[in-house]
């Protein structure tokens, strides 16, 4: 009987799919504006199913691997800033520096692919006409430079949460910080009062930050895409999924396909899968991604990381740069590991991370437990996300000492709790209609189809920030209100004063 539901909704998946109208292939212009490895692991993986699919594909990325059939790479790394292998301390900014430099660096990066020779050809209509841009967007609308000149829609990528301050500007809307997360909050969902009084500040205060980085780099450094009103993005494709990011409301122009980049498993090297399969009491992954540098932990924290793994009997896959000094016998380091595939091993058990949304993904996928240490940007929230799911425990990188690390590692690994929580977690997040391929392929299509598919936008971008916040009707009705008030007012006082000369006549009569 069980088998009954699934092949019924795949059956009728398989004849929606049957029924898409089809499109010729496209030439899609691609524009990667960050060179974080991590965000180029989600366009890649958009743009390689838009070309498995037929499309062809010309990408400005700065993390080239070589041309291969429809697919063009023009290198742009010499370009941007890369953002691989960082010190910790140039990762953890404040607030403000983080989103001083985020606009800058967008609004920079933009303008250098702009201006970029082959670019120039494309815009000047030297090169072959393009149907679409997709591009890379997180705080900035200047990635839609390109589509706007070439008079084709634009699609956007955001391969981390959506990003909070960019709602209004991208789809029209303002999240409701009640309900809705800021990007940058420490908690998934906002549950106290406290909570959401943080969560609306943060949003207000961050959203002014954005307005005003912008408007002064504006007056001290215009760029091209200053001089024109940009199209909107006809569609956004978010790194989102509503097991990792908690249901709310999103316009039919944003399309969820949160875990595009994972591929299918494949073979572990034969020296690290021993180390694996010869662990009795299992295997423990460390990491903390492409960005940041484990070698650039302060002592005192790579030193209690150690102590404590040194005390668990599990063996440890510890991702970590050079040569480690007092290397406990448990563990074993490489510049890089198949993370994937290793989490996918049953014999996995736990997967310490900084808390990225790959990552996240990756964990979610294999129904793996997760020791979270966050260090900034969306990663506290990512992990929180998974602490209510029951996957997870979220610890402060920056005051850990030996005991609360040890003591982490072994209530994930003693309470089966966590893995029945994260088997969930994975059952829930696999149980979808439709692939994130196929979602990418169905909407991108859809855009070419319906000319920039100018239905699915909301009407809220053709509002201002006055009408949005319906700071306009608010304004009438006090306005009205006041005018009603004083005529009532004046009416009122005028009657007591008739009413009072009267029975003051009236008294001075009797007298």
């Known amino acids: 009987m069980s088998s009954f539901p699934a092949a019924v909704i795949a059956l009728c998946t398989s004849s929606a799919l049957l029924q898409w109208t089809p ?22 993986a958009v743009l390689r199913t838009l070309t498995d699919r037929g499309h062809t594909v ?41 989103f001083t430099y985020m606009v800058n660096a967008l ?19 030297r090169s072959p006409p393009f149907d679409a841009v997709i591009a890379e967007a997180h705080w900035s609308d200047c990635v839609s430079y390109a589509a706007t000149v070439l008079r084709v829609p634009a699609i956007y990528v955001v391969p981390s949460p959506i990003v909070t301050h960019a709602e209004r500007s991208f789809f029209g809307h303002v999240p409701n910080p009640a309900a809705v997360s800021n990007l940058l909050s420490p908690r998934g969902v906002p549950k106290t009062f406290g909570e959401r009084f943080a969560n609306t500040l943060r949003t207000v205060y961050g959203s002014w ?12 450094d215009r760029r091209p895409f200053d001089a024109m009103d940009l199209v909107r993005p006809s569609l956004t494709f978010t790194n989102t999924h509503f097991i990792t990011e908690p249901s709310r409301p999103l316009t039919p122009d944003v399309v ?7 591929t299918p498993p494949g073979t572990i090297p034969k020296d690290i899968l021993e180390f694996i399969d010869n662990a009795p009491n299992g295997v423990i992954y460390l990491t903390f991604g492409s960005v940041v540098l484990m070698t650039s932990l302060p002592e005192n924290i790579l030193r209690a990381l150690k102590e404590a793994i040194a005390r668990v009997p599990q063996k440890v896959l510890w991702k970590y740069e050079g040569e480690m000094v007092d290397k406990p016998k448990n563990v074993m380091t490489r510049k890089w590991f198949p993370q994937r ?8 058990k736990l997967f310490i991370s900084h808390g990225g949304i790959s990552g996240v993904y990756e964990a979610v996928d294999a129904g793996v437990p997760l020791l979270g240490f966050p260090i900034n940007y969306d990663q506290p929230r990512n992990i929180d996300n998974l602490v209510d799911a029951g996957m997870a425990i979220s610890l402060d990188l920056f005051s850990v000492t030996t005991d609360t690390v040890f003591n982490a590692i072994m209530e994930i690994a003693d309470n089966d709790r966590y ?10 997040f696999k149980d979808r209609p439709m692939s994130p391929a196929e979602s990418v392929v169905y909407w991108t299509e859809n ?31 006090f306005s009205v209100g006041s005018v009603l008030f004083f005529i009532i007012y004046c009416g009122l006082k005028m009657i007591c004063k008739h009413v009072y000369t009267f029975f003051h006549s009236v008294k001075e009569k009797r007298e």
Request: proline share 3%; hydrophobic share 40%; charged share 20%.
């Open 419 to 428: 893995r029945q929580n994260a088997n969930i977690a994975s059952d829930r």
């Open 341 to 348: 595939d290793i989490l996918l091993h049953p014999n996995v």
């Open 209 to 220: 930050l954005v307005w005003d980085n912008e408007r002064r780099l504006r007056q001290s």
């Open 107 to 125: 609004r920079v990066n933009c303008g250098t692919i702009f201006e970029h020779p082959r670019m120039q050809d494309i815009l000047e209509g």
């Open 256 to 262: 969820q396909i949160g875990g595009i980049h994972l």
């Open 58 to 98: 010309t990408a400005f990325t700065p993390f080239a691997d070589g041309d291969r059939g429809g697919y063009t790479e023009v290198d742009i790394s010499g370009d941007l800033e890369s953002k691989v292998g960082l010190n910790v301390s140039r990762y953890t900014r404040s607030t403000r520096q983080m």
């Open 447 to 477: 855009v070419l189809r319906h000319n920039g598919a100018p239905h699915l936008k909301s009407h809220a971008l053709n509002l201002t920030w006055y009408q949005y916040f319906i700071v306009d009707i608010i304004s009438t009705f």
């Open 23 to 44: 499109v010729g292939a496209a030439n899609i212009l691609a524009i990667q504006s960050i060179a974080a490895k991590s965000h180029w692991n989600v366009m890649q």
